[in-house]
């Protein structure tokens, strides 16, 4: 069974950053998504298996980098600069597929999310 485990989440003022970690049970093509109250679960990131490409969302490029360490099956979120609109929870997932996708149903498995409030 894949596990994924979220980490880093926390509060921080605008314009401040945190570091996201997903420790997985295996090796993924791996994605950040998000939600906040109200809202649709969003693409904020992906990577590919290798970690050769990298994809963003239009709100977030710029700002947020995704990276992955093979060695150890994590996959690491860094948020700079951030906004109060950037507040949600933020979900890791991982893929079969080596590629990296951005729609919901592209991804396989899931993590339980972890908290990020942005105050202005």
């Known amino acids: 069974q894949v596990q994924l485990v979220e980490s880093g989440g926390g509060l921080v003022q605008a314009g401040g950053s945190l570091r996201l970690s997903c420790a997985a049970s295996?090796?993924?093509?791996m994605g950040w998504f998000r939600q906040a109250p109200g809202k649709e679960r969003e693409f904020v990131a992906s990577?590919?298996?290798?970690?050769?490409?990298?994809y963003y969302a239009d709100s977030v490029k710029g700002r947020f980098t995704i990276s992955r360490d093979n060695a150890k099956n994590t996959v690491n979120l860094q948020m700079n600069s951030l906004k109060p609109e950037d507040t949600a929870l933020y979900y890791c997932a991982a893929r079969r597929l080596r590629t990296a996708g951005r729609a919901i149903n592209e991804y396989d498995y899931w993590g339980q999310g972890t908290q990020v409030t942005v105050s202005s």
């Open positions: 990577i590919t298996w290798s970690g050769g490409n990298t």
């Open positions: 295996g090796r993924y093509a």
